[in-house]
């Protein structure tokens, strides 16, 4: 995929998740509060706190295994090279879409960290005085 230019690091493929807090905050709930700001804001995204629940990386294996499967299936690794490296790379940035919006709409598995998430949902709805966190659908 190094030929092909493919970074998964690109810039459509990141995402600023809140949730982070300082190092050295003693309190407890500093780690909702970017959280209850992009929900004020009307664009909640899913809390980011470091690392990720198994459920969350399952999935993205799965994704990759799916897409290795399918080319083996269907021959695609005898394909000419041009040509095998450009559907390789399609499947991949279709599979990276994906995620991207599963990530963003907070839909399961696609949850980075689902207790804490469940926190900072009733945190931001306690601080904001709102019954319910609608997350964006793209």
């Not at 599979?95 to 998430?117: M, N, R, Y």
């Amino acid at each position: 995929m190094e030929e092909k230019k493919y970074d998964p690091s690109n810039e459509n493929n990141c995402i600023d998740l809140p949730g982070r807090k300082e190092r050295g905050d003693k309190d407890p709930d500093a780690q909702f509060v970017e959280y209850g700001k992009a929900v004020e804001a009307g664009y909640p995204l899913q809390l980011h706190i470091g690392g990720h629940v198994d459920d969350f990386m399952d999935e993205s294996n799965i994704m990759l295994r799916d897409i290795v499967r399918a080319f083996q299936q269907h021959s695609l690794c005898e394909m000419p090279d041009p040509e095998f490296k450009n559907e390789l790379l399609k499947e991949v940035e279709d599979a990276e879409d994906f995620a991207f919006k599963q990530t963003a709409g907070v839909i399961s598995p696609w949850i980075c960290h689902p207790g804490p998430l469940k926190n900072a949902e009733a945190w931001a709805k306690k601080m904001q005085n709102i019954d319910t966190i609608i997350y964006p659908k793209l």
